[in-house]
């Protein structure tokens, strides 16, 4: 269960109603708007100077609420973890859904094209090498997962193009996701570059491994 599922459904002998049930007019819960907050601030000024203070102020809570909701910094980072995690495989799943053969490549594509946009998959890549115990425990989870949705994806497109690889696909996962976030780092440091063209060298190099 998520910290979300776990703080909206406390009751009144754990927690006060008022501030667990509390919600933004958009839906968003409490601890989701604080990760987003996270998320944002680690993006614009990075991990090293993010403190709950600066969490609270973009988020435009209390930081007894932040503390409320997340114990301290590792814990809140720990979440960050799992909650930037959880939606890079959401629409990593999705990607290829009801997605025709002759559309694979591009799919993907608009994926990939997608996670550079939002920036997410870089603001998770930099939480990556925070050394705090939760955080770092949150990290070697994010990155089993990752690792079990890139074998999937890479085996849902060979299986479109109707292709099998001639070396195992666990022996590639490493590399499609090693190449996503280089994509992920090269589109902060060299956003003139057009990362398509990289993606597509990937791919066919990937592609020439099947027959």
């Known amino acids: 269960m998520s910290e979300d599922d776990a703080t909206s459904g406390a009751t009144e002998g754990g927690r006060r109603p008022d501030v667990v049930a509390r ?6 819960s409490a601890p989701a708007k604080i990760l987003a ?6 993006r614009d000024a990075g991990l090293v100077r993010l403190s709950m203070q600066d969490v609270a102020t973009e988020a435009g809570v209390s930081k007894a609420l932040i503390h409320y909701h997340f114990r301290d910094r590792d814990a809140l980072l720990a979440r960050l973890i799992e909650w930037l995690t ?3 495989l959401s629409r990593e799943r999705a990607a290829l859904d009801d997605c025709r053969p002759t559309e694979a490549i591009d799919a993907v594509w608009r994926w990939i094209e997608l996670e550079l946009q939002l920036q997410e998959l870089r603001v998770l890549l930099e939480l990556l090498h925070d050394p705090s115990t939760g955080a770092a425990s949150a990290a070697r989870r994010a990155a089993r997962l990752r690792h079990i949705e890139a074998e999937a994806t890479t085996t849902r497109l060979f299986q479109l193009l109707d292709l099998r690889p001639r070396v195992p696909v666990e022996l590639l996962v490493g590399v499609v996701v090693a190449v996503l976030d280089g994509l992920a780092f090269e589109a902060t440091l060299n956003p003139e570059r057009e990362s398509r063209v990289s993606f597509d060298v990937f791919w066919l190099a990937l592609l020439s491994l099947a027959e």
């Open 37 to 42: 907050a996270a998320a944002r601030r680690v």
């Open 86 to 88: 959880e939606r890079l």
């Open 23 to 28: 919600r933004e007019p958009n839906g968003e």
